[in-house]
Every structure is written in structure tokens, then in C-alpha cells.
């Protein structure tokens, strides 16, 4: 999937998260920080396409361990040693990002070590992406918009 895709979705995903949970608005910054994070395992995705990430890439590959629950759950839990509330932004947002490269025709080791795939139908980039894509942002724009409403008019 593409990074404007995950953005969008993990943006709402938190905005469901957040109708049913009180939570600190600094969680949103984890979710989308942990959403970028996971593909910098690829050069030439948005958030891997810096100088310095490539001797760490050499030694992963694209949907390898950090498309994986385990460095998933791995990587929240040292964040919520620090703050718990930053590790469950980094959770969903690393969940959401695996959620949806599972629903791509290549696939998600979700289990790695073990290398059993989770795949669905959807060709990244292509159409289908595009409209959920669209939809997801005009949601998103939807909760934003009525949030600024209601509270700053
Ligand atoms: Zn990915």
C-alpha cells in the first residue's frame, strides 16, 4: 500500500479509537509515526528513502521482520516502557499499517520468523487503493472538520 494510504487509515483509526477511548492527543503522533516506520524496510518508500537507513536495509527486506507482529508488539512495548499511552499510539499504528499490507495480493508475513503470508486482493496502487484511499481522506477531513466546529466556532 501506498504511504498516502496508510496515513489516511491510521489517521482513522485513531479518530474511532478516540470516539470510544479518552486518550492524550500525543497518541495520534505515535500512530502516525509507527505507520511510516514500518516500511522503511523498502528504499524506495516515502518514509525509507533516506541515505542513512541504507546499511539497515541491507539486512532486512521489504515485508520481512518489520512487517511482522512480533518486532510489532516488540518495539510498542519498549516505547510504553517510556509512556504507555505513546506505546498504544506506536501499537495501532504499526497494526494498522500490517492490517492493511495484509489485504495487498503480496502479502504479509505476519508471524515471522515464520514465513506463512496473509494476503488479499488488492494491487498496491492500483484502483482499488485509490478509491479507499479517497474515501478514508473525505472521512478523515468529515471528523476533522467537525471537530473544528465544535470546538473552535
Ligand atoms: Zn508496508
Known amino acids: 500500500m501506498l504511504f498516502k494510504t496508510h496515513i489516511v487509515f491510521s489517521l482513522a483509526v485513531y479518530f474511532l479509537l478516540s470516539y470510544f477511548i479518552e486518550m492524550p492527543w500525543y497518541v495520534l503522533i505515535f500512530v502516525l509515526l509507527a505507520t511510516a516506520f514500518v516500511d522503511i524496510d523498502i528504499k524506495n518508500s516515502r518514509a525509507g528513502n533516506r541515505w542513512y537507513l541504507r546499511p539497515f536495509q541491507i539486512f532486512t527486506k521489504h515485508r520481512g521482520m518489520l512487517h511482522s507482529l512480533f518486532i510489532g508488539l516488540l518495539l510498542s512495548l519498549v516505547i510504553a516502557s517510556i509512556s504507555q499511552w505513546a506505546g498504544v499510539g506506536f501499537f495501532v499504528g504499526y497494526i494498522s499499517h500490517l492490517f492493511l499490507d495484509c489485504l495487498t495480493r503480496s502479502g504479509v508475513a505476519l508471524f515471522w520468523p515464520f514465513s506463512w503470508k496473509i494476503k488479499g486482493f488488492v494491487k498496491s496502487g492500483g484502483i482499488m487503493e485509490q478509491v479507499v484511499f479517497v474515501l478514508l ?12 466546529f465544535y470546538y473552535l466556532v
Not at 472521512?139 to 472538520?145: A, K, P, R, T, W
Open 137 to 148: 481522506l473525505l472521512g478523515d477531513i468529515f471528523v476533522v472538520g467537525k471537530w473544528f
